[in-house]
């Protein structure tokens, strides 16, 4: 087709304002899928997508309006996705924002609209859930304009639940967004703005093709990774897959790989033709890193094999989880699992836990460490029990974090802010109710139970997002937990000094409730090095005797010690102590520094 | 032909009413039915007698409450149950009349097992038992006067609110009576049943308290001459007495392994590695021996390695060093180790050629954990 024809788009919002329905009701109402095959939120396709209104992975489906092509492109809906986001708004010329007209503008809409911005996209603004009764569109208008600098007249006001101005918005994609100007008669090149894996055909890549023709069962090439294959076919979503001989310039559609490791295919990356290479890549590729790391071990020890298969199958959908084995003396064998952020984990974690059906402990999540080892070395330490003892500098990663809220919890948001080690950098006011807080936070802080306590001290009124700004030098100290006398290595944590000592007590009398009494004394420590900041002693047990043998009913007795004994199995041994895995989860549950 | 079990139970289920603790198999009253369901014993002890050695060692009439059966059916039982060196009778003081005595002793018993439980009226209504602490003193001296030497007393520490002060006084008022015996259990409050719904706040409250009630009873005990030769159990030194063993010979059979027969509904035997226990359901006990068939039974085989086991779990209760020899492949040797560095365990011969285990006197307190860890 020819690309003065051709639109590509995005819809930008915040979870819940309603980016599927307006989706479903675009595929219906360009005749994409028919009422009967219509079900809602066609393009969430992963039953945990559509039960947490996430959508993890986007896809690119083509509509036709008005003798144009539309491809829509979907975008994941979350913070810890920001690269995947920033690579589906680079295959577009333009972007939808889309605001709930009760809710107003969120933190994530602003994140996401700067970054459309950033790429150069021509933002349509829409106010939806205008049906709603508590909804106040001209407030949610006058936002919206205000946050990306436009006039209130020129927002659209729809409700995709009823359809009602929906078809305005379509003919204001072909009005106001730009066709795609690629140059059709160069040497091809698409950006991949996503991939997924097909059990049968291998990595499927989605692409933007931005100059020349693809055809299919040509020969490319991935220029950053210098993967090499043939493109088993081609084609586009409208919405399921119809294939297609050739992607022009402009367009939005698959390719085929047959590779089978997601791996050598990744987001961000420029596909060409491996006869007629193009010049250069497309910029803007970076290799995302995981931020956030955490040990994942199966409750039963048996199932080690059964989570190493299952993080294989994740991995092959999820090129950004990064995982090694890691052996702990206290919980067995598991994982060290890599993260782009909390969002991130808890989704693999539940996916584990639903999909393969594995009961799993996840320790206290924890950031990645760039160490300055006092002999000159330099290395990145992504779990506590690796921190090495001489350290002459540790580094952490930081985080700009944007977080809005009605102007009465500005200052429960500050003094939040302040605990976990914020820097205030500035505070806009969004409209009279509302202001926009910036601050600079270690990512530390906010691993753990940031979030929760934000929603707590806010009645559930704040939305937040952040981007990491770089690694920074801190007053980091390792804390280990020793049970007599044996240091537990799932426990350790690398903190800031000034909550060492906080921290040291709250695991140490935790643990003291939760280890039961054994044959001997247990002392319980908490310690930095070699100084003990914190000690507990789980006093030893002075009677354990089992029920009087009445009338030669030794059986009974026997089974008593039977069950004892399986009790004791279920314990994970340190040292000579048995710790009960509810206590490493209490410990693991831990609120924060506070 | 005979065989060579030389321990006979025999369960004779009938209380006046069932305490709120107690999970025995018994059955309240019923007068009436007393002769029928001794009729069915005697008739499963013939059905069994081919087992029994000609001699045996002990019998053991428990309950229930043996002394409210009826005298006459109690009687019949003493009578045709075969001799034995120690025939041992548990009876609770209510029960106890100088008559009652006199027939025991003339019938042979050698041993009365009385259930005092405790000397505070207050806590024995706590366990819903019908005897004043005089009844338990005057039984007491009633059996004394019919010839009895060997009486135990069995005391119940642990009720609910019984102070660390009263569990002393209890023994002591024991003790004034000079039992030949005393078996000292721990209240044992199952969930769900009635009297723990109704006391285990109580209990709860207590808990930490009561961690210590079991030293002071062994200390209390030991103090005053007597040995501690299993938990739960203490008899007069054999020094103290004029030689004399006063230890329980028919649980000492159960402790070290030996076979026995017992007699009577729920009532349990192993014999040659073979364990079997009586339906504890009345009526089927009784309608399958008066058509003269053995009553239904689950029946169990004990393995070489499960009898290994008991020998150990229960060898260890006992104050004389366990062989470790026929055990065998079930102690984890390093936990040996490990318990006797705690000084809970200690073993008389060196590191590799372990032949006896004996626990410490904190071993013991701590026996049940101390064996689990020690069967690998």
Same mark, same amino acid.
């Given at each position: 087709m020819q690309q003065d024809r051709i639109r590509n788009f995005s819809i930008i919002a %915040?979870?819940? %304002?309603?980016k599927s329905t307006l989706a479903d009701r675009i595929l219906e109402l360009t005749d994409t899928v028919s009422g009967r095959e219509?079900? @809602?939120?066609?393009?969430?396709?992963?039953e945990l997508e559509r039960e947490r209104g996430i959508t993890i992975k986007a896809q690119a489906v083509r509509v036709a309006w008005k003798g144009h092509q539309l491809n829509l492109i979907d975008t994941p809906g979350h913070v810890d996705f920001t690269y995947e986001v920033s690579r589906s708004l680079q295959a577009c010329e333009g972007a939808m924002l889309v605001v709930d007209a009760a809710q107003g503008v969120e933190a994530q809409t602003v994140a996401n609209a700067y970054l459309a911005i950033e790429n150069d996209l021509e933002l349509l603004p829409v106010v939806n859930k205008?049906?709603?009764?508590?909804?106040d569109p001209d407030r949610a208008a006058q936002d919206l304009a205000g946050l990306i600098g436009?006039?209130? =007249?020129d927002v659209l006001r729809i409700s995709a639940k009823t359809g009602q101005g929906v078809a305005e918005v379509l003919d204001a994609v072909i009005e106001r967004i730009p066709a795609p100007s690629g140059?059709?008669?160069?040497p091809p090149r698409a950006l991949i703005f996503d991939s997924s894996y097909d059990q049968y055909r291998g990595v499927v890549a989605f692409v933007r093709v931005v100059d020349g023709v693809f055809r299919t069962r040509e020969r490319l090439l991935a220029?950053?990774?210098?993967t090499r294959f043939e493109a088993e076919e081609l084609g586009f979503f409208s919405p399921t897959m119809r294939a297609s001989d050739t992607l022009e310039a402009g367009e939005v559609g698959y390719v085929?790989? /047959?590779?089978?490791?997601? &791996?050598r295919l990744r987001v961000g990356d420029t596909l060409t033709s491996l006869? %007629?290479?193009?010049a250069e890549p497309l910029p803007g590729y970076k290799d995302v890193k995981p931020m956030v790391f955490a040990g994942l071990f199966p409750?039963? &020890?048996? !199932?080690y094999p059964a989570l190493r298969d299952a993080l294989e199958r994740l991995k092959l959908n999820d090129a950004a989880l990064l995982y090694e084995p890691e052996t702990s003396q206290a919980l067995g064998f598991g994982f060290r699992c890599g993260f782009l952020g909390l969002l991130h984990m808890e989704i693999v974690r539940e996916r584990l836990e639903r999909e393969f059906d594995l009961d799993l402990l996840v320790t206290a999540p924890n950031v990645a460490y760039r160490v300055l080892t006092t002999e000159g070395h330099e290395l990145e330490v992504?779990?506590?029990?690796?921190?090495? =003892? !001489?350290?002459e500098r540790v580094e952490e990663p930081y985080i700009r974090a944007s977080i809005i809220v009605p102007k009465e919890y500005v200052g429960p948001v500050m003094e939040l802010a302040t605990e976990r080690r914020g820097r205030f950098d500035h505070m806009e006011y969004l409209s009279e109710e509302r202001a926009v807080l910036i601050y600079e936070l270690p990512l530390a802080e906010v691993v753990v139970d940031f979030y929760d306590q934000l929603k707590s001290r806010t009645r559930g009124y704040a939305s937040f997002d952040y981007d990491v700004v770089g690694f920074r030098e801190g007053d980091l100290v390792k804390l280990d937990v020793l049970i007599a006398g044996e240091p537990v290595d799932a426990l350790s944590l690398i903190l800031h000094r000034g909550s060492a000592y906080g921290r040291g007590r709250a695991l140490v009398d935790k643990l003291r409730e939760e280890i039961p009494r054994q044959l001997f004394d247990v002392p319980v420590q908490a310690a930095i090095g070699s100084r003990v900041i914190a000690r507990e002693t789980i006093k030893a047990k002075r009677k354990d005797v089992l029920a009087k043998c009445y009338g030669g009913d030794i059986t009974r007795k026997r089974k008593l010690l039977e069950r004892q004994k399986a009790g004791k199995r279920r314990m994970k041994q340190v040292g000579a102590v048995e710790v009960p895995q509810e206590a490493f989860l209490a410990v693991l549950n831990l609120d924060g520094s506070k | 032909m005979s065989g060579v079990v030389r321990h006979l139970y025999v369960h004779l289920?009938?209380? /006046?009413h069932r305490c709120g603790y107690c999970d025995f198999v018994t059955v309240v009253g019923?007068? /009436? @039915?007393h002769a029928r369901y001794v009729a069915a014993l005697l008739a499963e002890l013939e059905l069994e007698r =081919?087992?029994? =050695?000609?001699?045996?060692e002990t019998v053991f009439l428990g309950g229930?409450?043996?002394?409210?059966?009826e005298p006459e059916a109690l009687r019949r039982v003493l009578r045709r149950v075969p001799a034995a060196e120690e025939v041992t009778v548990e009876a609770n003081p209510e029960t106890v009349t100088p008559r009652l005595a006199v027939l025991l002793r003339e019938e042979g018993v050698t041993r009365v097992s009385l259930g005092?439980? &405790?000397?505070q009226p207050e806590l024995l209504g706590v366990l819903e038992r019908y005897a004043q602490p005089d009844d338990v003193r005057r039984a007491f001296y009633d059996l004394r006067d019919a010839g009895f030497d060997n009486i135990s007393l069995d005391l119940i520490y642990g009720?609910?609110?019984?102070s660390p002060s009263a569990v002393a006084a209890d023994i002591d008022e024991a003790l004034a009576l000079r039992p030949e015996h005393l078996s000292c259990y721990e209240l044992e409050a199952k969930p769900g049943t009635r009297f723990t719904h109704a006391h285990g706040e109580e209990l709860a409250r207590q808990a930490e308290a009561m961690e210590t009630y079991f030293e002071e009873v062994v200390d209390r005990l030991t103090t005053a001459?007597?040995?501690?030769?299993?938990t739960a159990n203490f008899c007069r030194a054999a020094e103290a007495d004029?030689?004399?063993?006063?230890?329980?010979r028919h649980n000492l059979a159960y402790w070290l392994g030996r076979d026995y027969l017992g007699i009577g509904i729920g009532a349990v035997s192993t014999v040659a590695g073979r364990r079997w226990r009586n339906t504890p359901r009345l009526p089927a006990y009784l309608e399958a021996l008066e058509r003269g068939s053995p009553p239904a039974r689950e029946v169990e085989e004990l393995g070489a390695d499960v009898r290994r086991r008991e020998r150990v779990m229960l060898g260890l209760r006992l104050d004389e060093p366990l062989p470790l020899e026929p055990t065998? /492949?079930?102690?984890d040797r390093g936990a040996l180790r490990r318990l006797e560095g705690l000084g809970l365990v200690a073993y008389p011969t060196g590191e590799d050629r372990v032949e006896a285990l004996a626990l410490t006197r904190r071993g013991r307190l701590l026996g049940g954990g101390v064996t689990a860890e020690l069967l690998a």
């Open positions: %915040h979870i819940d %304002h309603g219509m079900r @809602e939120q066609v393009l969430d396709t992963m205008i049906d709603l009764p508590q909804a436009g006039d209130p =007249a140059a059709p008669e160069a220029m950053a990774e210098g085929i790989t /047959g590779l089978k490791d997601v &791996s006869e %007629h290479p193009a409750t039963d &020890s048996d !199932e992504h779990n506590p029990a690796q921190m090495p =003892a !001489e350290v | 289920p009938f209380c /006046g019923r007068r /009436g @039915e =081919a087992a029994l =050695a000609p001699h045996l229930g409450t043996p002394t409210f059966t005092a439980q &405790s000397f009720i609910p609110g019984q001459g007597y040995r501690w030769y299993e004029g030689g004399r063993d006063l230890r329980s065998d /492949g079930v102690v």
